[in-house]
Structure formats: structure tokens, C-alpha cells
């Protein structure tokens, strides 16, 4: 047997995408050009027929599904779809023993169980870095003891504008000239408030010492064209800030990175050599 021969070629990944927003279309276009040892198979959208014709240079090797037809197409998913529909796309992955990309992560915070399927099926949930940065180093720190995580959130008005916060508060920002801070509190508050505009707050604290001690101020600012977040760590190991400010992709609410954090998740999967968590 030749040396060739005797190596086994890497099995590819079959990867669906729940959601074909500003992160699943540059998911989509990254899959198609070519992330080595995977291959989108199926996707889904609220309107198939629309996506179908949007995304036609996917060509007949891509499905094209409602969500409940994803896990028997693909090894892992890709949550990329509001929120509400979180359950329904994780949930027949986990329990099939596979792997859910969460991008919609503040709904983990309501929904629990999923974890504990993962857990029971031998499924696993993966929290890509998503919007915002440091997760590793905060979740190092969580390995001995975290004192503190503070974070402040700065959004331009379109950033935030429809969070049921605002609307229940009766707090108007369109015409705003001064920065004005909207919400201080934990986030697990800020999930309820903010379900599509704080991820990134739920995702920190995933990773540090949780939902009700991790500490959140949200402003509005009207001088800003970024999603900007900055986050102090105390812990008995170090203490670090870091600040991200996000250039919005298609989606106003949503940082560009967002998707590219998912693109370099997948490549840490197969990757012989793994810098960061
Ligand atoms: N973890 C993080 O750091 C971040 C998370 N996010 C979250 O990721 C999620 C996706 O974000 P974007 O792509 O910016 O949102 P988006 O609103 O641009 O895209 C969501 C897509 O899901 C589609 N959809 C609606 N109903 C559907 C259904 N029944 N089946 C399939 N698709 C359906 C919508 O038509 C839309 O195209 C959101 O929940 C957002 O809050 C966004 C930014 C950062
Ligand atoms: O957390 C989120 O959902 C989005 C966000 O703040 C960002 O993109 O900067």
C-alpha cells in the first residue's frame, strides 16, 4: 500500500443552516466557497421558495427545508433565526447525539432543557465568540475565582430600537441627541429586555460566573455607528478590560464578526493545531 493510500481522507461535516439573515447568508457564501472538512447541505428560511431563488448559486446539493427536516440532513446545525425558534432547531440535534451552533444564545437562559438533552443524548451545544471577544480568558478565569464581570453596552438607535424594554418602559430613543443610558441590571434581565440585541452579554456570562452576577448598563447613542461593548474582569488570576466596537453587517442589531466567529469555530473543529478555546 503507497503511503497515499494509507491516509484516511477527513470525513466531511455535513452542516445545515437554521435562519438566512445577515449571519446565515454569509454562512452560506463561506460554506460554498469552501471551509474544509464540511459541506452545507441543507437550509432553512421562513420563505423557502424566496431563499431557494435568493441563494440559487448553492446549486441542487443543497436542500432547501423547513426546520423539522434539517436533523435528518446534517451531522451539526446552525442556529441563526430569532430567537422563539431556538427549541425547534437545537432540540432534534441534541437528542440525536449532535452538535448546535447557538448564535441566538440569551434564549438558552429560557431554555434550559436543552442543555440537559445534549447531556442525555451525548449531544453538544457550542456558544461560538459570536460579537463579542475574550470569552476564553473570562472563561480561564472561571477556573479559579472571578470577583466581578462588568459590562457596558454602547448601540446606535437602530442597534436597539423595538426592544421590549423600551416598549414596556415607554423609554422613546429615536430622537435622542446625548447618549443616554436605558438599562443597568444583570443578564438574565437583559434577555428578557433585549432578547435580540444582548447575546453578546448572555454569552459573557455563560462563561464567567453567570446569568445574575454578571453586571449590564445599556446605552443609546445617537453619535455612534458601532456596536460597541466593553467588559472589566476582577478575578483572583487577573484582572483585564477589553473593548469590541462592531461594524453592523445587514443587520443593524448585528456585528459583522458575528458570522466570521462562527466560521472560525468550525475550523477549530478539525483543526490540528487549536489557538484559543
Ligand atoms: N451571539 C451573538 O454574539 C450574536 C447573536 N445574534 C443573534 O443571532 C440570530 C440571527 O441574527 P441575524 O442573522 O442578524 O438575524 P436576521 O434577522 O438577519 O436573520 C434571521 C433570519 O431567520 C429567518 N426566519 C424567520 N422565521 C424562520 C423560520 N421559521 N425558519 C427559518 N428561518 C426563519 C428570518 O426570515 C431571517 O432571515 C438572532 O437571534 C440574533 O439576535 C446576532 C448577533 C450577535
Ligand atoms: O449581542 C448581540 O446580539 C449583537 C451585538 O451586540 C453586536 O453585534 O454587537
Redesign the pocket.
Known sequence: MTAALAVRPQEETRVAI???????VGLCKALHDGIAGFRLTAV???DLDAARERLAYLGPSVAFVP?AELEGLADIVIE????A?LPEIVGPFVKAGKTAFV???AALLGNSELVDLAEAHGGRIIVPS???LGLDAVNAAAQGKIESVRMVTRKPVTGLKGAPFLVEQNITIDEITEPLRIFKGTARQAAVGFP?NL??AV?LSLAGIGPDRTELEIWADPSLKRNVHNIQVKADSAEFEMTIENIP?D?P???RI?ALSVISALKKMKAPLRIGG
Open positions: 437554521a435562519g438566512l439573515g445577515a449571519i446565515g432553512s428560511a421562513r426546520i441563526c433565526a430569532p430567537a425558534l448564535l441566538s444564545c459570536g460579537a463579542i435580540a447575546n453578546v454569552a453587517s443587520n442589531k448585528t456585528g458575528t
